[in-house]
């Protein structure tokens, strides 16, 4: 905390007490409304290091071989983007900053794609891949692989 607060409403949420320089856990929300008034600072560990460490980790493994991503990941990918897009348009972040992020970001996007259309043509069940995949990943998956089944039967007759 920047500074001190005593009973505190953040919408439906009330804060007792927190004292200035005091860390405390909150709802994302209730984070975002502090810190955008300038009462507090975000102290989450840097995000990028979490996205970069996936790139390293997708780039090492195999073609058909994917690693696990929290649920969460591109809810906060998409956050921290716009976060610092914004951070760009109000001078408060340098745009080869986010220029690199955002670049970063679509290598991952772009191997976890091309590695979730290849597996969506193999045999590989969703089941298979369901702890290692997001849920926006799953949704890509289980669509593609239906796309897949339909195109196969179209071009080689039959059922499969």
Avoid at 74 to 84: E, T, W
Avoid at 97 to 116: A, H, P, Q, T
Avoid at 118 to 131: D, G, I, K, R, V
Wanted: some cysteine; aromatic content about 6%; overall charge negative.
């Amino acid at each position: 905390m920047r500074s001190g607060v005593e009973n505190l409403d953040v919408g439906d949420f009330h804060i007792e007490k927190l004292a200035q320089g005091e860390s405390v856990e909150l709802p994302r929300w209730v984070a975002d409304e502090l810190i955008g008034q300038g009462m507090a600072e975000a102290t989450d560990a840097p995000f990028e290091s979490e996205i970069f460490n996936a790139l390293s980790r997708e780039k090492m493994m195999g073609p058909l071989q994917l690693s696990a991503l929290p649920a969460d990941f591109y809810v906060r990918l998409r956050r921290k983007l716009a976060s610092l897009s914004a951070g760009v348009a109000e001078g408060k972040s340098r745009r080869e900053d986010f220029e690199r992020l955002r670049g970063v970001c679509y290598d991952l996007v772009g191997i976890r794609l091309s590695k979730l259309l290849s597996l969506s043509s193999s045999s590989t069940p969703a089941s298979s891949l369901a702890e290692r995949l997001t849920p926006e990943e799953s949704a890509f998956f289980a669509l593609s692989q239906s796309l897949s089944r339909e195109w196969k039967v179209g071009m080689l007759g039959g059922s499969r």
